[in-house]
């Protein structure tokens, strides 16, 4: 399999790069590789590079974008922080990542079992940590289905706070970019979250986002 060139990234819509990430995640899955020489691809990538997709995922070590969707060097910009949280420098990755490289597809990526979501619902604070795992407290507030047992012991009240999460962050993208904001709205790119389940390796994209 080839790097991806200018020419087959302008062939790609958002609607094809989203197909590309789910066979991609089933090869894994069922631990089949596409064939790929990744230092011909090395050369490939050395005078420029055609990502179709961005993918904002958590730092966790289970989680690595270009594995669990079985791509190569060259096929999508990968943005990692605890929690798949936002920040300004972020949403700039993901304008250039779009707007300048011309990536089709922006997908926040959360996944069960997070350590972050798991420290924000039992409120740690520590360092640098507290400021960030603040940022996943708009998921734990719309969380209201659990009354009780609302902190990391209780496996659904973290599921559902890693969806909110995941929504949330969606929602936010267009909200506090104008450039990706437009350019989904022009059907230029795709905004989506997903979730990936650290169990099966599978992930289930929210496509109504």
């Known amino acids: 399999m080839r790097a991806h060139t200018k020419e087959t990234q302008n062939g790609i819509t958002p609607e094809l790069a989203l197909e ?5 995640n089933k090869r894994f899955v069922n631990n089949i590789k596409a064939h790929r020489n990744l230092l011909e ?15 904002l995922s958590c730092i966790d070590s289970r989680t690595s974008a270009e594995l669990i969707f079985d791509q190569g060097l060259g096929d999508i910009f990968s943005i ?41 619902c039992n409120n740690v604070t520590m360092g640098n940590i507290t400021a960030l795992l603040q940022k996943i ?46 350019m989904n709205q022009a059907q230029q790119i795709k905004i989506i979250g997903g979730l ?3 169990d099966s390796g599978q992930v289930i994209f929210f496509e109504e986002n």
């Open 137 to 182: 407290q708009p998921a734990i507030d719309q969380e209201t289905q659990t009354a009780t047992e609302r902190d990391g012991t209780n496996k659904l009240f973290l599921r559902n706070v890693t969806k909110n999460n995941i929504s949330i962050t969606v929602q936010k993208i267009q909200e506090q970019s104008e450039i990706l904001r437009t």
């Open 20 to 24: 590309i990430l789910k066979e991609g």
């Open 41 to 55: 691809q090395v050369n490939e990538t050395s005078d420029g590079q055609f990502p179709f997709a961005a993918i």
């Open 196 to 198: 990936h389940d650290i």
């Open 80 to 120: 990692r922080i605890a929690g798949n949280i936002l920040n300004e420098d972020i949403l700039g990755s993901m304008e250039f990542a779009c707007k300048i490289a011309g990536s089709k597809l922006v997908v926040v990526l959360g996944h069960t079992k997070c350590g972050a979501i798991e420290g924000a």
